[in-house]
Structure formats: C-alpha cells, structure tokens
C-alpha cells in the first residue's frame, strides 16, 4: 500500500479519551485548531492510550468509515501514539507524518452450543484455558493438521503490530511491520515442551479445534471481545479492511519495533 500524505489543510476531528490526564490536554488543543466533527473529518487526531486508540480504532472497523488516525499519548504506555503537543500546530504534525498500513484479523469463532461470533483483532487473536485443566488444541492451517495437540495455558496469533505486545510478554518474536507474517505462539507449553511456536505468512488461514472443551473449556479473545466456551476457532487476515497510522518523522512505530529488539 502506498504511503498516505495528508494535506495542511485537512479536516481534522479530535477524539478524546475520558481520563483527566487526556482531557486536561486536550484544552489547549481545542483553543490552537478548527475542528470538525468526526463524520466529517478527514484525519481522526485521537488523545489517550494505546486502549483508547484501539478502541476507536475498532469503533471504525465495526460501525464507521474509515480514515487515518493520528494519536497523541496521554495515557500510559503509548507504543502505538505520538507525543503529546509541543507548541508545533498539529495540522502540520499531521502533514508530516509518516503512515503505516494496520491489517487487522478477522476472529471466527464457534461456541459449544453452535452459535457463531466474528470480531476484528488488530493486536492479536488469543486462545486461554477457562479453569485450571490445561488446554488441549489441535492446530490446522490451511486445512492441514500441523499439531495434532498442543497441551497448555493456550496459544495466539498476533500481527506485527500486535507482536510487542502480549506475544513479546509470551516470548513471541517481534514482526517487522510491512512483513505480512504472523507470530503464532504458545502460552505456556506443556506439551510438547520445547515448542516455540511458528511464523506464518499473513495469507494462512489458522484453525484450532478444542480437544475435550466440556472439561477444558477455552475462551478466544480478539483483542478485547471475548467469546467463552469455544470449540473452533478459524483466523484470517482481512481482505477487505485496512488501517492506516500516523506517525512524526523519526518517532515511527517502525522504529519502536526496532528499540524493543535491543532492549536489555
């Protein structure tokens, strides 16, 4: 996907998270631009969290058109944002900016009782045990088993997006972004032991079916929807859908991606 420039004069809409910390910045932003409502913008300029920027994030995927986002940290963490605002007009912050294409998963999830559930993942898909009986999962892709039984907390499919965050924590590997793979890696393995997991090509089609799920229940949770009680679950990258954010010159999430490989 080419990279997307925005114009100076773009129409921008501020999105604002609920804490005190994002609203008190806010205040100086409303005063220094022209907003527009967010229906009518051309670029979303979202205050917050990495949480809250998932959040509108998905709000786009579900339920609304979707446009270029540009975060501002006033959160915690902030992999996925910008620094706050220093004086500089953020319409020419915005101009300047570097995008990054988002290709988010679909989750496609079959309960116990047979009823279906599909969400977006723009992190990651992850499958966990429910109690304290290990989790049993077989493992198919592309239609073919690959893992006839996978015994552990559970396993997830994460994007190189989604790579830093809990696939880093589950000693995953950290994706290049623009590789089109995916990180498949288990939550502590029981058996087979030594499994590290597996890098995909973003075109698999991931299935696992639940072995046992009356006694091993197991939840699947795309991003922060959660479907309990599963017996499959079929992951794949969508075709149609893609995000795309906003990042300064020099401070591009391609470059956290690389700080977080040589961290020590």
């Known amino acids: 996907m080419p990279e997307i420039k925005v114009s100076m004069d773009a129409k921008l809409a501020l999105v604002v998270s609920d804490s005190a910390k994002a609203q008190a910045g806010a205040a100086a932003l409303r005063e220094s631009h022209t907003w527009v409502s967010p229906e009518n913008a051309d670029v979303l300029v979202v205050l917050g969290g990495d949480g809250f920027l998932l959040h509108v994030l998905h709000e786009m995927l579900d339920n609304h058109p979707i446009k270029p986002v540009y975060g501002m940290n006033l959160g915690t963490v902030g992999f996925l944002m910008n620094g706050p605002h220093d004086g500089v007009p953020i319409a020419r912050r915005v101009a300047e900016a570097h995008s990054v294409p988002v290709r988010p998963l679909i989750m496609h999830a079959t309960g116990r009782d047979g009823r279906e559930y599909s969400y977006y993942a723009i992190n990651e898909v992850s499958l966990l045990r429910e109690t304290r009986q290990t989790a049993k999962i077989e493992i198919r892709i592309n239609g073919r088993v690959r893992m006839e039984e996978l015994a552990g907390d559970g396993i997830l499919v994460a994007t190189p997006v989604g790579s830093t965050a809990y696939n880093l924590s589950a000693n995953g590997p ?3 972004l623009g ?24 075109s698999a089609e991931v299935e696992f079916h639940i072995h046992e799920p009356g006694k091993r229940p197991v939840a699947a949770v795309a991003d ?13 990258a969508s075709a149609e859908k893609e995000l795309t954010l906003l990042f300064d010159p020099g401070f ?3 470059e956290r991606i690389f700080a977080e490989q040589f961290q020590v």
């Open 179 to 202: 590789s089109r793979m995916l990180a498949m890696t288990p939550l502590s393995p029981f058996r087979p032991r030594r499994w590290k997991g597996a890098i995909l090509p973003e």
């Open 252 to 254: 591009t999430l391609e």
């Open 174 to 176: 950290i994706l290049p």
């Open 224 to 236: 922060q929807k959660e479907v309990r009680d599963v017996a499959t679950v079929r992951i794949v």
